[in-house]
C-alpha cells in the first residue's frame, strides 16, 4: 500500500544486488538471512543488507507520509461537521493520523535517515504517499465512506505489518493498529446513522461517496503481484506478509458483506459472487487512473503537496524559534 | 565573554566560543518512556523531536498517551543514552546460557519443601 509505486522508482546504482564484498560480509548475509527465516526480529543497530535498509526506509517513510497527507481531506471536515459529536470524533481521528505519522517517522529515523531529509523527499515530489488521498472529499457521506473503506483497507494491509521482521516498524504497527480500529468503526456507525435514520437525500448522498470512493480504495492495495516485482523481495525478508492481490480479494470479500448491512451498493457490474472460489468475483480495475494518480497527476495531488510545503515553510519561524529559545536557556542554566 | 578556545590556531574560520551552543537546524531527538500505572515500570515507547525537555514531556504526553497509556512519563535525550554493542551480543549475554544454577529449578528439594 505505501510502496504502491516502488516497482517503478529509479533504480540506485547500488539496488541490483551485487555479491559480498568479503567473507565476513557473506557471514553476516548468512546469518542475516538465518534470522529472518526463524521468524527473528531485526533491530535498529542490527547488520542489514544495504537494499533491505532502503526498502524500509522508502516503505516506513511512505507510510508515514500517508498519514500526515491524510489529515488534510479529513481535515477539510472538521469545520464543517454536523454535530459537535462528529466534530470531536473526527478531531480526535486526525489528531490519530498525526501521532501515527509521527510513530513512523521515528521508526523510519532508526534507519539512519533524518527527519529533514524525509520532508524534503516529501516535498520535493521524489517521495509518494498512498494515492487514494488525492482524491477530494465533497460530502459529509465522505467522512463515514473514508472511515468505512480507506481505513477499512489500510487496517487489512497494517495488520500483517505488526509481524514485520524489522521490529521498530512492527512495534509502531502494533501501537497503530490498536488506534485504527475506531476510525473504521466511527466512519461505518455515522453511515450507518444516515442510511437507517436518515432523509432521502442523505441516503443518495451515502451511495454517491461509495461510489467515487470504492475503486480508488481497491487501488490502494496497488498494482497486480503480476506487476510488482519487488513484492517477491520483500516477502523474502519479512516485510511483506500478503500478497497485493491476496490483500485486495480479502478486502472486497469483507465489504461486499458490509454493504449488505448499510444497504448500499458498490458500483461495479461485475461484482457476483462466485461458488467455487468462495469469494467475490470483481471488474477490472481502471490501471491507467491508478498510474496517473501515483505519478503525480490525480484530483488532487498539487493541493496536498502545496498545503504540506505551505505548513513547512510556515512553521520555519517557529521551529527557529524553538531553538534558539531553548539555547538561550541552556546558556543562562550554564552561566 | 572570551572564547574558551583560541581561535586562529587552525587555518579556516576561527572556532566558535565554548559557552555558545553549537548551531542546530534539527530538534534534537528524544527517547520516551512511560509508566502506565502506579507500581509498574517506565516502558519505552518511542522516540520524538523536541527542542528542549518541557516540549519533549508535552509532545510525549500528545504522541504517546491519547488513550490515558500513562500517569509519568520521562524523556531522555536520545545522545545520552549508552547502548551494549549488537555485534557484542554473544561475548556479552552467552555466559549467561550455561548457569543454570542461578534458577530455583536447578535445585531439588523434598515434597515437603515444594514452597520454597
Known sequence: MYTQAMDTMGKDRDDAPRAARSAEEAALQARF???????????????????????????????????????????????????????AILLAKVQDEAGHGLYLYAAAETLGVSRDQLYEALHSGKAKYSSIFNYPTLTWADMGVIGWLVDGAAIMNQVPLCRCSYAPYARAMVRICREESFHQRQGFEALLTMMGKGTEAQREMVQDAVNRWWWPSLMMFGPPDSESPNSEQSMRWGIKRISNDDLRQKFVDATVEQSKILGVSMPDPELRWNEARQSYDFGTIDWKEFWQVVGGDGPCNRERLSARVKAWDDGAWVREAALVHAAKHEMKEAA | MSPAVTPGTLPGPPAEPVDKPAKRTEWPL????????????????????????????????????????????????????????????????DPMADKVYRHPTFYELPKSLDHM
Request: proline letters at 4%; charged letters at 30%.
Open chain 1, 33 to 87: 538471512d538465518e534470522r529472518i527465516d526463524a521468524g527473528d526480529f531485526i533491530e535498529a543497530k542490527d547488520w542489514m543488507p544495504e537494499n533491505y535498509r532502503k526498502t524500509l526506509v522508502r516503505q516506513i517513510s511512505q507510510h508515514a507520509h500517508s498519514e500526515i497527507v491524510g489529515m488534510l481531506p479529513e481535515g477539510n471536515w472538521i469545520s464543517r461537521a454536523p454535530t459537535l459529536k462528529r466534530k
Open chain 2, 30 to 93: 528524544w527517547e520516551v518512556f512511560v509508566r502506565s500505572k502506579a507500581g509498574l515500570d517506565h516502558k519505552h515507547c518511542g522516540s520524538l523531536h523536541a527542542a528542549d525537555p518541557q516540549m519533549a514531556i508535552q509532545l510525549a504526553r500528545d504522541v504517546y498517551t491519547r488513550r490515558q497509556e500513562g500517569t509519568s512519563v520521562w524523556v531522555v535525550r536520545s545522545d545520552q543514552i549508552t547502548a551494549s554493542d549488537p555485534g557484542d551480543k554473544a561475548a556479552y549475554f
